[in-house]
């Protein structure tokens, strides 16, 4: 299985942009979906995470900025993000956890100038 990653990119500050990751079959049985990002320097952060149930949790940095969803049947799971500040710049990559495994995808580059 693999995660693919798409909608990276480079923005001004005060840009969006809406990251995707699909998984390359169905993989059922998704219990997490989430986004995770690594600025240079800096240990791998979570950004937010959205559960099978539709619950949602957000990085204190990103909240009212950043919108998680999912599409089961696809199992794919986006990330929409506005305002974007110089901060956000990092390899955002996307992780799905099943009732049996994890997930990992190879990342999608954002960077946002100043």
């Known amino acids: 299985v693999q995660l693919v990653e798409s909608g990276g990119g480079l923005v001004q500050a005060g840009g969006s942009l809406r990251l995707s990751c699909a998984a390359s079959?169905?993989?059922?049985?998704?219990?997490?979906m989430g986004w995770y990002r690594q600025a240079p320097g800096k240990q791998r952060e979570l950004v937010a995470q959205?559960?099978?149930?539709?619950?949602?949790r957000y990085a204190d940095s990103v909240k009212g900025r950043f919108t998680i969803s999912r599409d089961n049947a696809k199992s794919t799971v986006y990330l929409q993000m506005i305002s974007l500040k110089p901060d956000d710049t990092a390899l955002y990559s996307c992780?799905?956890?099943?009732?049996?495994?994890?997930?990992w995808g190879q990342g999608t580059q954002v960077t946002v100038s100043s």
């Open positions: 992780k799905i956890t099943t009732t049996w495994t994890y997930y």
């Open positions: 079959r169905n993989l059922g049985s998704i219990r997490v």
């Open positions: 959205i559960m099978s149930d539709g619950g949602t």
